[in-house]
């Protein structure tokens, strides 16, 4: 069983797959508690339903026109707390689906599914949570991962931009987004035109779209 907090269609909006309708698994519970977290009620594990794989892929074909959107995205939370959310990566690519997985680097990566795309949200300081990060997972980053920093003070930008410096990173798809209420868009903008860091801005497309 997977205790899951919601499962739900949008709009993709934190990644390179960002403005693709998604079929998303919220499952419950986390190891961090971000200041700015903006998925409280999932933190809790009492705010789930315990889900078998087979009902998960059920109510997930009721959804996004049955086979018609193949992009899945396994957010939570922290996905990886759960054992079996491992077993769920592999039904559901085996089922073709294109599968995310959005984490926040602190749990191994070591034995994820490798078509799994993963989204590492390695923390900076204003999380309160930055030494958490797992090195080890650097080494099972691939050229398809995607690796983010939510950005909300100068201290975080220099601690990301450090990152990028100081680190091996397989990957060039990385992403500075701006937190919500701390630090808008456009400073963050300016300052990476000015740093010259070949980084993507990340917008939250689905919250300027008002969608979940
Ligand atoms: S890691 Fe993600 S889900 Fe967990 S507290 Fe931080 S922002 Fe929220």
Same mark, same amino acid.
């Given at each position: 069983m997977l205790y899951v907090n919601d499962i739900f269609y949008s709009i993709q909006g934190e990644s390179s797959f960002t403005g693709y309708p998604c079929k998303f698994v919220r499952l419950a519970g986390c190891n961090l508690k971000c200041g700015?977290? *903006? +998925?409280? *009620?999932?933190? *809790? &594990? #009492?705010n789930s339903n315990p889900l078998s794989i087979g009902e998960i892929i059920s109510a997930l074909y009721s959804i996004g026109g049955g086979n018609n959107v193949k992009l899945v995205e396994i957010t939570g939370g922290e996905p990886l707390l759960q054992k079996e959310a491992f077993d769920l990566f592999g039904e559901l690519i085996k089922l073709n689906y294109i599968v995310l997985l959005e984490t926040n680097? +602190? &749990?191994?990566? @070591? @034995?994820?599914? #490798?078509k799994v795309i993963k989204i590492i949200d390695v923390k900076c300081p204003s999380s309160g949570f930055s030494k958490e990060f797992n090195y080890e997972n650097l080494k099972y980053i691939s050229m398809s991962d995607e690796v983010k920093f939510v950005i909300g003070t100068d201290e975080d930008y220099d601690f990301a931009k450090d990152f990028l410096k100081i680190n091996k990173i397989n990957t060039g798809k990385l992403i500075f987004s701006a937190a919500e209420g701390s630090m808008n868009s456009k400073e963050l903008a300016e300052k990476i035109l000015k740093d010259g860091l070949n980084v993507r801005l990340g917008i939250q497309l689905h919250k300027i779209l008002r969608l979940k």
């Open positions: 700015y977290c *903006d +998925t409280k *009620d999932a933190l *809790d &594990i #009492k680097g +602190t &749990i191994s990566l @070591k @034995k994820v599914h #490798k």
